[in-house]
Every structure is written in C-alpha cells, then in structure tokens.
C-alpha cells in the first residue's frame, strides 16, 4: 500500500541518508540545511520525474516534522497533485500540501482548484485523495469552496467514497461551525446509508458531535435548546437522529451484519459502543424515549454475555462494553 511506502521512505536512512543518526544539533542541522539545498536545486528541474519529486516530497516532510522551515516544496507539492504520473504521487502531494499550507498561502487556490477537480473525477481514487486531504485542511476559505462537492460525493456509488465524504464533513464542520446547519441533515442521511461500513462512520461522528454537545459549558444550551451564535443546531436533531441509530444497534444485535465485521464473536463491537454511548448521552439530557433505550441496552447486554468470547470478554474494551449500558439502565 502507498502509505506503507511512504512512512518506510520518511523515516529509511537510505532514502535520504543524511537522516542517519546526529551527534550533535549543529550536525544534525547542517544536514539537514545542507539537504534542503541540495533539493532546492533538484526539484525543479525540468526533466525530474513525477516519482522522483514524490521522493523528494517525503524528504521535505521529514524535515518539517524536524521542524524546519520548507515553504519552498508547497508549489512542488501542488504541482504533483495536478500532474502525477500515479495516484500514489498525488496522494504524497496531498499530504504535504496540507502540512505545508499556511492560513494565508496565495497558494490556497490552486489547491483548491486541484480538489475540486478531483473531487468530480471519474476515478473515485482520486475522489477518495482529495476527501483525505480536505479531513487535514484547516484553512476556512478551501473548506468554504469544496463543501457543496463534498456533500455530493456522500451520493456517490462507491461505499469507500461515501465513507470518506461524511468524514470529510465532519472536520470541515470542526473548521467552521458556521455551516452546522447545512451539514448535520447530511449527516443525519448517513445514518441510513445501506453499507454497513459508511453506517459505522457516520455513527461514530454523531457519537462525537453528541458527546461534544453534552460537555458542561454546553449542558445549559443543551437542556434550554437555545442557539449558540448562529452555529448551534437544537438537541431536536440529534433527538430525531435517535431512532436510526437504535435501529442499526438492533440490526447489528440481530446477527444481519457479515461475518467480516465480527471481533472476537462480536459483531462490530465498537460501533455499538458508540451507540451506547450515544443513548447514554441523550437519556441524560432527558431526550428520546426512556423505555426504548432502557429496553435496547437490556437487548445489548444480553448479547454480549452470550456472544463474548473468553479472549475478548476478559479485554479492558469489553469492559467498557458493560459499563456504558449498564450505567444507562440505571
């Protein structure tokens, strides 16, 4: 896989081998200075090839992550997510454009450009690299001009794609909070996805979108239900979010998932810990129906006891897997 190679190619010696180990910090800076000329000269050459600019790419980023200055790569590394001669070269562009960018890059637009081009392609590769990158942007202004692509890639055919769209969403509301209104009913579509695996995604966001809102310098806006700013959607939704999310617990506790989503015996077992933790949390803010969620988590210990293996029911996780439900049943 291309992530392998890249993380083995940042920290390989043989890569770039003045990363070998340093003496001193004068050492290691002179290396690392004396580097930084040396791909300065090389990058941008006209006959240099697209693999060989992925390589020098994953050297400014070793770099950077050493903390020093490579604001010179960040028009290489848009560049290659325009024209790489492999996905794998543009998926490296990606990254180090996002590590790169700065709030106020004149640069912004090309990348910008550059998603929301690929975020159209036919390929859904390249929709699944611009979706990865835009979960790493934190510049407003790109996540403003990309966000109408994105909600139309959570229709897209590919589960992957979809999968990758909704979590694209989700950063991008972290970024800003002011687009709460038009995000959260997609979301909220996502709960009723047909692919188990873009479900699980989707279920997870809701989990920290719900247990964010339940925070105590939130408890007071979530029980009055009024809005914070312009931003704050009413606990209203998350209320109508419920009944999916309880649906989907019993689906899983109704052994319909495939066997490939099984851990030990238990089906999607952190998945349905999130949906225990998202009962936990509204049944606390005194949302949903008592009844039904002291029922569902009655229905959840009953198949963990029966379900559980010996390995797994003795793991810290299953653990946790019996405190949530038996905490909201009290």
């Not at 190619?9 to 180990?21: G, K, L």
């Not at 996905?87 to 998603?115: P, Q």
């Amino acid at each position: 896989m291309y992530h392998v190679d890249i993380f083995e190619a940042i920290f390989n010696p043989s890569v770039s081998p003045c990363f070998a180990y340093n003496h001193t910090h004068q050492e290691e800076r002179d290396h690392i200075h004396s580097e930084l000329e040396y791909i300065k000269s090389r990058i941008g050459l006209p006959d240099v090839s697209s693999s060989k600019v992925k390589e020098y790419l994953i050297r400014l980023i070793h770099c950077h992550m050493m903390g020093y200055n490579v604001d010179f790569g960040l028009i290489y590394a848009i560049m290659i997510t325009q024209s790489g001669e492999s996905i794998a070269d543009r998926r490296v562009g990606y990254l180090a454009s996002t590590l790169f960018i700065e709030n106020d890059s004149e640069l912004a637009i090309m990348l910008t450009n550059t998603l929301q081009r690929d975020l159209q392609s036919a390929k859904f590769q390249d929709r699944c690299a611009a979706l990865v990158a835009i979960g790493n942007i934190r510049q407003q202004e790109i996540v403003k001009a990309v966000v109408d692509l994105v909600i139309i890639n959570t229709d897209y055919q590919k589960e992957t794609v979809r999968k990758k769209a909704y979590v694209a969403l989700y950063w991008q509301l972290e970024i800003d909070p002011q687009l709460q209104d038009q995000l959260l009913p997609i979301l909220e579509k996502g709960l009723v996805d047909k692919d188990p695996s873009v479900l699980g995604a989707v279920i997870g966001i809701w989990r920290n979108l719900i247990k964010v809102s339940s925070e105590p310098w939130h408890n007071a806006l979530l029980h009055s239900k009024l809005t914070y700013g312009s931003c704050q959607k009413t606990p209203a939704l998350y209320e109508e979010a419920l009944p999916a999310i309880i649906n989907h617990l019993r689906y899983i506790l109704g052994g319909k998932l495939h066997k490939s989503f099984d851990y030990h015996g238990t089906p999607s077992p952190w998945v349905q810990m999130h949906c225990i933790e998202i009962l936990e949390i509204v049944q606390s803010a005194g949302l949903g129906s008592p009844s039904e969620i002291v029922e569902v988590v009655m229905e959840t210990l009953r198949a963990v006891e029966k379900g559980v293996d010996a390995s797994f029911g003795t793991s810290p996780g299953n653990a946790k897997f019996y405190s949530s439900p038996k905490h909201s049943a009290h």
